[in-house]
Nanobody, 126 residues
């Protein structure tokens, strides 16, 4: 079992920044793929970014490329999402997730993730 706890959400103005954290416990993450997803009211859960814990290789959805950065601190077992140049359309509940085995082509599908945090709200005002 892996337990995930997100933090760092809040309210910012458009153009501002937020840094989300996801503290993981319960298992070593060396073989896991970690992801950030988000869900806006009335919409499906949407892929944001992913990172392979061991190698650090990452992948982003097009709408956040150049603005968001996913990273991890292996010593702290913590995943991060630095969000810059935020837009009102980035408003959502942000979730971190962990996948045991997921091919690169499938990292965008939330159904392939085994563990989820409770989510943290990020709100961007215009």
């Amino acid at each position: 079992q892996v337990q995930l706890v997100e933090s760092g959400g809040g309210l910012v103005q458009a153009g501002g920044s937020l840094r989300l954290s996801c503290a993981a416990s319960g298992r070593t993450l060396s073989t896991y793929t970690m992801g950030w997803f988000r869900q806006a009211p009335g919409k499906d859960r949407e892929f944001v970014a992913t990172i392979r814990w061991s190698s650090g290789s990452n992948y982003y959805t097009d709408s956040v490329k150049g603005r968001f950065t996913i990273s991890r601190d292996t010593a702290k077992n913590t995943l991060y999402l630095q969000m810059n140049i935020l837009k009102p359309e980035d408003t959502a509940v942000y979730f971190c997730a962990a996948a045991i085995l997921v091919p690169t082509r499938d990292v965008v599908d939330p159904r392939n993730y085994d563990y989820w945090g409770q989510g943290t709200q990020g709100t961007v005002s215009s």
